[in-house]
């Protein structure tokens, strides 16, 4: 690894989710991939812990919803 710094290009979206059903897993920066939806956007060093999405549910019952912001991977620069 010759790089320090990974910068991320995303989209961001805004999703209404059942209110607890968020997955997240943490992951170094530098293994992150194009198309992850994060929850942070920016610069990250390397070695940084960046919360990804896993899997979350959105149902028509009843159940309390929350929003929430993500953002999806469309280009990493490392330097």
């Given at each position: 690894m010759d790089y320090s710094i990974v910068?991320?290009?995303?989209?961001?979206?805004?999703?209404?989710?059942?209110?607890?059903?968020?997955?997240?897993?943490?992951k170094f920066s530098f293994l992150l991939e194009e198309g992850e939806?994060?929850?942070?956007?920016?610069?990250?060093?390397?070695?940084?812990?960046?919360?990804?999405?896993?899997?979350?549910?959105?149902?028509?019952d009843k159940r309390p919803k929350e929003k929430i912001k993500i953002y999806k991977i469309k280009k990493i620069e490392r330097f």
């Open positions: 910068r991320v290009d995303v989209e961001e979206k805004e999703i209404i989710i059942d209110k607890g059903s968020l997955k997240t897993k943490r939806l994060i929850l942070e956007k920016g610069e990250f060093w390397a070695n940084d812990e960046v919360e990804v999405v896993v899997s979350y549910s959105h149902s028509d």
